[in-house]
């Protein structure tokens, strides 16, 4: 049951860091880097969520491969 809910959590890490990254790739396109500093708030909050959630998506997916 352990491995299972890891593969649900990996998923679900890499699908939220997807989501984050979809949603800075669509903030520098449409805004590029305006000098805004609320904009330059989201795009920092963005790279950070989806740096985390990425850490934490290949940290289970490493302790799912060294588990037996």
Do not use: E, Q
């Amino acid at each position: 049951m352990g491995k299972f809910l890891r593969i649900i959590g990996a998923v679900l890490c890499f699908g939220i860091a997807a989501f984050y990254g979809l949603n800075l790739l669509a903030l520098l396109l449409n805004n590029g880097l305006s000098g805004d500093p609320r904009d330059l708030g989201r795009l920092m909050g963005g790279l950070l969520m989806t740096l985390l959630f990425l850490a934490v998506g290949l940290r289970l997916v490493k302790r799912l491969r060294s588990a037996k």
